[in-house]
């Protein structure tokens, strides 16, 4: 009998590794990539307690080294999404009625596992599959992943413990149910930790998960689900499948069990699947929960009293970190005339000395982007830059797909502030620079906020703290995650919860309390010691009757 209360105190922050000359973690790295490279994957899916291979074989390349094949994955239909919530409904009532303390403690285990055991195979399918460097991968697949797990834990037991009042004669209490149903949970390529954390977030409240990743990722989410299991997940918690869209959509949508969508991915994804569940409202049993993180268009905007140094530094990694893959990537910047030369200048030093090829070899800061598709759509934009009428190319610009999807870093400089690559998201290494007269800063707040539709991330770079106050003030609905004097990237869990509005999502900040309450469903209960045996109140009586 269950006779403790159980405490999960506030974790600290994985420690990062650096990867560097000489240590442990480089070598233990290197020798895990070229363990992975010398195997041929075969990848299936999870489906409660079955391995399922349809024969359907999908080829992984790496997006750097396309020649290499990685493996195959089992490709699924509808009938293999309905199997997955079968499943899951099926595992429902023991996992909601599973001791918190034993679901918790599955998930730590799960984050101990990767700091530890399968550290350097959650980096390298990363960095393989999905392209990052050593850094990137580090402070992804494994810092940010294990936080989302640990810290959720702790999040989820402050919620717990949060019980109402009690008046005498009674005692009032909350219960902090999952939700009824099963939860659709469909993750992007560009964060592992996201592809973790979104099935993990509603199956750690009690919930059943359909876990369907995009087909860039599934080589490092096979690997975390392989941990979940070993951690001791139960069999249909959580069901990894591998369709479509259209294909996940058309079955989970329809079906009079499907409580939520955990989502991150494009804003126009997200707005067709928020209209296809309004339209089905009334065939479900519960109203949906619906949580999306979506598109971005970050931007920079430097003061004429910031650092030079600092704003170029600022975009160098904001807009060229991963490619420029991150919903978070700086991609307009706004720059007061003063100081233009010498920021175009850092720019240009700075992308000159970016080494750019495959993951494998450390020194390479830029890796390629995630797929053909995107490569085209990306140096679209670049070659009509070089072409257009009141744009130039500043810096790079340069891009190649023989081998793997290369596109160097590139800067476009704009007189329009309209222009479409200051307005339309590119999803990559391109960064668009418009300079605004030093007069006219509250202006070019103005063109900040209304520039674009999204509003997930955005900085200001100065060191006059006027100029930090107004922007703070006039861009408060710009940008669900703020920086001041720093790039727009980067967020830690625990320390800034991340989300944004506008066209950029529901702002339901994953690694917080916030997310999390999302995937529970209160019961309030009242239970009265000393019940009432008759219904007439003490105002009813007559004033011969007294008191």
């Not at 291979?53 to 094949?69: D, N, S, V, Y």
């Not at 964060?191 to 599934?218: D, E, H, R, Y």
């Not at 010498?342 to 800061?365: Q, Y």
């Amino acid at each position: 009998m269950n006779q403790g209360y159980f405490s999960y105190p506030m974790p600290v922050n994985e420690p990062v590794y650096s990867y560097g000359p000489g240590t442990a973690e480089r070598a233990a790295l290197t020798k895990t990539l070229a363990e992975l490279k010398g195997q041929l994957a075969d990848i299936p899916m999870y489906i409660g307690k079955e391995e399922v291979r349809t024969g359907k074989l999908q080829p992984i390349f790496p997006p750097h080294e396309i020649a290499h094949k990685l493996g195959h994955f089992h490709a699924g239909d509808e009938s293999h999404v309905r199997q997955a919530i079968d499943a899951a409904l099926a595992a429902k009532e023991s996992w909601a009625n599973m001791t918190w303390e034993s679901r918790a403690n599955i998930f730590l285990r799960a984050a101990d596992l990767i700091a530890t055991k399968y550290r350097y195979h959650m980096n390298g399918t990363t960095m393989l599959g999905q392209s990052k460097n050593a850094f990137q991968a580090e402070i992804d697949s494994a810092c940010e992943l294990i936080d989302f797990l640990r810290f959720n834990v702790h999040f989820l037991s402050e919620i717990y413990k949060q019980q109402p009042i009690s008046g005498p004669g009674m005692h009032n209490r909350t219960e902090w149910r999952p939700l009824e149903g099963f939860v659709l949970a469909i993750t992007p390529f560009n964060f592992t930790a996201i592809g973790g954390n979104l099935p993990t977030s509603a199956a750690m409240c009690g919930n059943v998960v359909v876990w369907k990743p995009s087909n860039s990722q599934i080589y490092s989410a096979q690997m975390f689900m392989r941990i979940l299991k070993e951690a001791g997940l139960p069999d249909g918690v959580i069901n990894l499948i591998y369709v479509d869209g259209p294909t996940i959509g058309n079955v989970c949508f329809n079906h009079p069990d499907f409580a939520g969508v955990h989502f991150t991915g494009s804003t126009g994804v997200f707005n067709q699947m928020w209209e296809t569940i309004g339209k089905n409202v009334a065939n479900y049993k519960s109203y949906p929960r619906i949580v999306g993180e979506t598109g971005g268009k970050d931007f920079v905007i430097a003061h004429n009293s910031a650092d030079p140094a600092v704003v170029a530094t600022a975009l160098l990694r904001g807009a060229f970190e991963y490619q420029g893959q991150k919903c978070s990537a700086a991609s307009r910047a706004y720059i007061p005339a003063s100081m233009a030369d010498k920021v175009r200048s850092l720019l240009a030093e700075g992308i000159d000395s970016f080494k750019m090829g495959i993951v494998d070899e450390f020194g390479n800061f830029i890796n390629a982007v995630i797929d053909e598709k995107s490569f085209d759509k990306i140096t679209k934009h670049i070659e009509e830059a070089k072409n257009g009428e009141g744009v130039k190319i500043i810096a790079g610009g340069n891009f190649d797909k023989s081998k793997g999807y290369f596109i160097q870093p590139t800067v476009i400089e704009t007189t329009d502030p309209m222009y479409v690559t200051m307005c339309k998201e590119l999803f990559g290494p391109v960064l668009t620079m418009f300079v605004y007269d030093d007069n006219d800063f509250e202006k070019a707040l103005e063109l900040v906020d209304k520039t674009s539709p999204y509003a997930l991330t955005g900085a200001i770079i100065a060191n006059d703290r006027k100029a930090v106050e107004l922007a703070s003030y006039k861009l408060r609905n710009a940008a669900g995650n703020f920086y001041i004097n720093d790039k727009p990237t980067g967020a830690v869990v625990g320390q800034q919860p991340f989300g944004g509005a506008r066209a950029s999502g529901t702002n339901d900040k994953a690694g917080s309390m916030i997310n999390l309450y999302r995937w529970l469903s209160a019961r309030t209960v009242k239970e009265t010691f000393n019940p009432p045996t008759d219904y007439r109140y003490a105002f009813l009586k007559g004033e011969s009757e007294g008191i």
